[in-house]
């Protein structure tokens, strides 16, 4: 068997940067057991297994070196981008086009912008963000990055790490300082099973700037087999709600620097939206296709 296979690199629009997601952009006949052989195979992050179902509706399934997972933002972006640039999805010279997206958290809408027939920028609809509360185990949670509880919080005051899910659950850690969020020494063999434990796909450390509304993030998620990723979709799109409903973030959008610490540079630009209380939240960005080919099994 024979399938065409991608390389892309998300929240980027230059490659190398960014995170790589693998793509294979017609899944139809493959087994999910040979799905997992080839995103072991490809060795990144995620690996997302499309099949088209109707015109601008997808069904993607995700799979880490390591097992599958519900959803996986760079991995969609990464995906719908190569669906519009590969002619999957229709372009459109300029303006905005609607995909609906299947997934293992329920369909998604994704908006792909084009300019001059070429895909620009995708932006995709997250889960309903929820949260899970605090995390009661903080004093093991630093331990695990080798944090003091001084380290915890934004600007001056204090902040809590929590549970937040815009599809994955993942506990956001606020790091006062750049500084020591970029120092941090990770023992990924306790974080790992501190996250089993909690039933949380990792960790989403960060620095937030009020002043600014930016914030710089590091995502660690050993459970699923990633120790870190240079881009996260989902635990972006948590950390903009944890930031708005705590009343850091008084505006409606942020910007997320990631990746730096991998020498890999990202930008992930997230919007909220509240609605009677309800929160909607999307997170977006670019991508560059840097690796095409066929996958034999």
């Known amino acids: 068997m024979e399938v065409n296979i991608f390389q892309v690199d998300a929240f980027t629009n230059e490659p190398f940067g960014g995170n790589p997601a693998g793509v294979v952009t017609n899944s139809k006949g493959i087994s999910s057991d040979q799905m997992q052989k080839i995103a072991n195979e490809m060795n990144l992050s995620e690996t997302a297994f499309v099949r088209q179902l109707d015109d601008c509706y997808f069904k993607i399934r995700y799979f880490t070196p390591l097992c599958e997972v519900d959803l996986c933002g760079h991995a969609t972006i990464a995906a719908v981008h190569t669906l519009a640039n590969k002619g999957y999805i229709k372009p459109i010279e300029n303006g905005g086009k609607i995909a609906n997206i299947e997934t293992g958290v329920g369909t998604i ?7 001059n027939y070429s895909p620009v ?6 889960a309903t963000p929820k949260s899970a509360g605090p995390v009661d185990e903080l004093k ?3 331990e695990c ?4 509880t001084d380290d915890i919080g934004i600007g001056n005051g204090a902040a809590i790490p929590e549970i937040i899910s815009t599809g994955l659950p993942d506990i956001m850690l606020p790091v006062n300082s750049k500084k020591s969020l970029m120092n941090m020494k990770v023992d990924f063999c306790r974080l790992r099973d501190l996250s089993n434990r909690l039933g949380v796909t990792g960790v989403h450390a960060f620095h937030y700037e009020e002043d600014q509304e930016v914030a710089y993030a590091r995502n660690f998620g050993p459970a699923v087999g990633i120790d870190e990723e240079a881009a996260t979709g989902t635990a972006n799109g948590a950390l903009i709600y ?9 505006g409606d959008s942020l910007v997320v620097h990631q990746g730096e610490s991998l020498n890999r540079p990202s930008m992930i630009n997230c919007y909220i939206e509240e609605n009677d209380g309800r929160y909607s939240v999307k997170v977006g960005g670019s991508a560059a296709i840097v690796l095409e080919g066929i996958i034999k099994f």
């Open 109 to 115: 809408k994704v908006e792909i912008q084009f300019k």
């Open 121 to 126: 920028n995708v932006i995709m609809n997250q």
């Open 140 to 142: 093991e949670l630093l």
């Open 145 to 148: 990055f080798d944090l003091e």
């Open 242 to 250: 944890y930031l708005r409903k705590n009343g850091y973030l008084s």
